[in-house]
């Protein structure tokens, strides 16, 4: 079974609307990470958020948040007021405590900002 | 400035032809990995280590190798680069085992093997 599953391969949105990007993750270790990367088209790979497993609230950073909902095993991604440099490709991620600290990646969702 | 330095960054090189990426991290970090990036597939592990001397494989290790003799710096060699090893190339560093914190990033070196 997938670990991560990104079920969107492209988004578009409006700019300065808000989006949402899917990921949901399959785990038995009770303690895990999960990861918001961008990769913009120059290549480099950029943190933007991180919800550990036992965190109480949802993370928020800056105009990025994360839906999680630990039961359903879900961690969306919410970006709000979107820009045209928000255009990039969005990677969700996790890192199990018992799984020698390998961060697991989704197939990734592109978005496209438009005026 | 804390960071994990890739090199080259941009490599054409030919089938056979032995290649080494290096790549060294400033934040005295004891976890190293390398990863490949394939349209499609998303980035995927191919060795990690945990500290000094301490390596093993990831999902897709096969035509790699790797060595880790000091804490800063973990060079990923293609002892005989195919053409499927055309790839975009992270290597990461973090805190030690049982952590779930962040993974830094490399700049990533772009590979094609003709």
């Known amino acids: 079974a997938q670990k991560i599953t990104q079920t969107q391969p492209g988004m578009f949105v409006q700019e300065k609307e808000a989006v949402t990007l899917d990921c949901t993750y399959d785990?038995?270790?009770?303690?895990?990470?999960l990861f918001w990367y961008k990769q913009p088209s120059s290549g480099e790979m950029i943190f933007l958020i991180y919800?550990?497993?036992?965190?109480?609230q949802n993370a928020t950073e800056g105009r990025y948040s994360l839906n999680f909902q630990k039961a359903r095993k879900s961690a969306n991604l919410v970006i709000s007021a979107s820009q045209l440099g928000d255009s990039a490709m969005y990677f969700c991620?996790?890192?199990?405590?018992?799984?020698?600290?390998?961060?697991?990646f989704g197939t990734g969702t592109q978005l496209k900002v438009e005026l | 400035e804390a960071q994990v330095t890739q090199n080259p960054r941009y490599l054409i090189t030919v089938t056979g032809k032995k290649l080494t990426v290096t790549c060294s991290q400033n934040?005295?970090?004891?976890?190293m990995s390398w990863y490949r990036q394939d349209p499609g597939l998303g980035l995927r592990q191919i060795y990690y280590s945990m500290n000094v001397e301490v390596t093993d494989k990831g999902d897709v290790p096969e035509g790699y190798k790797v060595s880790r003799k000091e804490k800063r710096n973990f060079p990923l060699i293609l002892e005989s680069p195919s053409p499927n090893q055309t790839s975009l190339y992270f290597c990461a560093s973090s805190l030690s085992r049982g952590n779930t914190g962040e993974l830094f990033f490399g700049e990533g070196s772009r590979l094609t093997v003709l």
């Open positions: 785990t038995s270790d009770p303690s895990y990470g």
């Open positions: 991620a996790m890192r199990e405590r018992g799984g020698g600290n390998k961060l697991t």
């Open positions: 934040m005295n970090h004891e976890y």
């Open positions: 919800q550990g497993s036992y965190d109480q």
